[in-house]
């Protein structure tokens, strides 16, 4: 009896040791993979002391890794088409007891689900969701997360939160955006300034104060049902500084080493510099973002691994549609190859867009798949977002014209198209949330943000716009990054105007938003804006003039950022206009009979569909 107790109580011991003691990731998987191969890192105090042993048809230990820390084990299984959906139990054996035990499940894929396309035909909707609504209050503070509510400050938590976005579905619909880019949902478990995302501590949880991973996949769900994909914010380059192995690293090398290579110099040319030093090359590369968020070292293939089978985890988890990488350039390049090409493998033609952020066509094409690179790197991203058109546009409405000021910015980043793999698969954005807000960067001139979104909607590539740009959102630049992330009004209870109604919005605000949901909802019935061929005239004081045409279909696009109204030279542009009788002026709702004298009035974008 006192043997049994004692062996009970042993027993008892070491199940309660093993389940709180041991992280398995990823935490399971799926049969049916086209990649095989399953790489576990388990992290347990001494688990690299014990015997893996695992029995399941199908699923074989192609080898055990270990490191210098002997907390950690990586066990590389093979998994055989032949495996079955099913669990089997992991045990850890040390003197022929087990010491840790994890059972592991391999789950069914669903063949039904498919990640949605994402083309020229989309258009996204970035937020934040800390900074949009609001939907759960309980969720506000959790007790095990550092950084707690205050809305009051700019770099705190506000409440956001996934219910806060599924809330507002009808608002996407309305608006007329396809897709939604949401930031970092992961948790951030920071002591403070973590409302943004991109300091994760944990890569395979949702933060808790935006919902549970379950709740992200109810959410995504429901988008699905309603007619919205999603575009998942991920991040391969860095970590928090309090994500859970920063106390106990895997192994020296996991993250580059600060003391060396300092903080990153944020030189993305370096990557494609024929002249490069190796010295700006490693900072770039190795060196850390922000202190507070360690930079991973991809060159170390367990690092690579676990990076990017967290993406593919994510997607076959929840189904998102897509993937916005974030710092594309500061990841080690040859991994970010590897990554997107894995995700390649499992689900071919996925999308995948990158923040290459750099000013110049030369620059930013590099990062695009089969790019025409003299080192003869490709990327494997398929899309990447177009900073120089961004620049471009800022500037280019700014100024007035002269040779390369004004609106030739426009036309002279486009000549520059031939330098990309495919042009008409850039996003294109006017603003972001690492930006000042459009309407701010314009100096608040409705007449400059007219013209900026009719070009944003109706030039190649896929349009993205930020919440609250149909707002007139604005920022200031002395008050930093957390006033580029306001709260969207109405997304509080309590908060006094509520900008998701139609009442709540008047004046300017009414007419931003107008504008962007007629040419949202004119975008997605006219197929020759989103994939119909691009032809553009030199502009001339500040004029600048631009078709788009296929066989069924010719719409002319004029900016006119002149203080004063022009009549079109009718000569310059009948090469397309002498096809041409008449034509309806989409924003103005009215019928044009005379395309000889095609007049616009000062400071505004008029959209012609010809007849
Ligand atoms: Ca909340």
């Not at 996934?162 to 949401?182: C, E, M």
Request: glycine residues 6%; aromatic residues 14%.
């Amino acid at each position: 009896m006192k043997y049994l107790l004692s062996f009970l109580l042993v027993f008892a011991l070491t199940i309660s040791y093993s389940i709180s003691q041991i992280r398995v990731e990823p935490m399971f998987w799926w049969t049916g993979m086209k990649n095989p191969e399953l790489q576990l890192l388990c992290y347990a105090p001494k688990i690299a002391e014990s015997e893996v042993l695992l029995k399941y048809d199908g699923v074989n230990i192609d080898q055990i890794i270990k490191t210098s820390n002997p907390n950690y084990l990586f066990i590389n299984l093979k998994i055989e088409p032949n495996a079955k959906p099913g669990s089997f139990a992991i045990n850890f054996v040390k003197a022929k007891k087990t010491v840790f035990s994890y059972n592991y499940e391999l789950k069914a894929r669903n063949e039904k689900r498919k990640p949605a396309k994402i083309d020229q035909s989309d258009a996204l909707y970035l937020l934040m969701p800390d900074r949009f609504a609001n939907g759960d209050t309980a969720n506000d503070n959790i007790s095990t997360l550092l950084d707690k509510y205050n809305r009051t400050d700019p770099y705190g938590r506000h409440g956001g939160d996934l219910k806060g976005i599924t809330d507002h579905i009808d608002y996407f619909k309305d608006l007329g955006v396809s897709t939604l880019w949401i930031n970092p949902v992961l948790e951030n478990n920071m002591p403070q300034a973590s409302y943004h995302g991109y300091a994760i501590t944990d890569f395979y949880k949702i933060d808790e104060r935006f919902g549970s991973n379950a709740d992200y996949v109810k959410m995504i769900e429901n988008l699905h049902q309603n007619g919205l994909k999603v575009v998942m914010d991920m991040v391969a380059n860095h970590c928090g500084s309090y994500h859970w192995w920063m106390k106990d690293l895997p192994m020296a090398n996991w993250v580059n080493d600060s003391a060396k290579y300092g903080m990153c110099n944020f030189r993305a040319s370096t990557l494609l510099d024929p002249y490069a030093s190796k010295f700006d090359y490693d900072k770039n590369n190795r060196g850390w973002f922000v202190p507070s968020m360690p930079d991973f070292n991809q060159e170390n293939p367990l690092v690579a691994k676990y990076l990017i089978q967290n993406a593919i985890w994510w997607i076959e988890y929840s189904n998102i549609d897509g993937i916005r990488m974030d710092t594309q350039p500061y990841a080690e390049k040859n991994f970010m190859a590897a990554w997107a090409a894995a995700i390649e493998v499992e689900y071919p033609n996925y999308f995948i867009v990158g923040e290459a952020w750099l000013n110049k066509p030369s620059f930013v094409s590099y990062f695009m798949k089969s790019a025409k690179n003299w080192d003869g790197y490709s990327s494997n991203y398929g899309h990447v977002f177009d900073f120089p058109l961004h620049f471009a546009l800022k500037d280019g409405l700014n100024e007035g014209s002269s040779w390369d000021k004004g609106l030739v910015r426009l036309y002279d980043i486009l000549c520059e198209d031939y330098l990309y793999t495919n042009a008409f698969d850039l996003v294109t954005f006017p603003d972001n949330h690492d930006t000042q807000r459009f309407f701010s960067m314009i100096n608040e001139d409705y007449g400059r943000f007219q013209q900026g979104m009719v070009f944003s909607f109706t030039t190649r590539g896929i349009p993205m716009i930020y919440y609250g740009t149909e707002l007139l959102m604005t920022s200031d630049n002395a008050k930093g990054d957390g006033d580029k992330r306001k709260d969207f009004p109405g997304g509080w209870a309590g908060d006094q105007t509520n900008m998701f109604t139609a009442a709540g919005r008047t004046g300017k605000i009414a007419d931003a938003y107008n504008l962007i949901q007629t040419l949202l909802k004119w975008r997605k019935e006219n197929p020759v804006v989103q994939y119909g061929k691009l032809k553009h005239w030199v502009p001339n004081d500040n004029v600048y003039v631009y078709a788009r045409y296929d066989e069924k279909k010719t719409v002319l696009v004029i900016m006119n950022n002149n203080e004063k109204d022009q009549v079109l030279q009718y000569e310059r542009f009948s090469e397309i206009l002498s096809n041409f009788k008449s034509a309806y002026d989409v924003l103005g709702q009215k019928n044009l009979s005379d395309l000889k004298n095609i007049a616009v009035k000062a400071k505004t974008a008029i959209i012609l569909e010809l007849k």
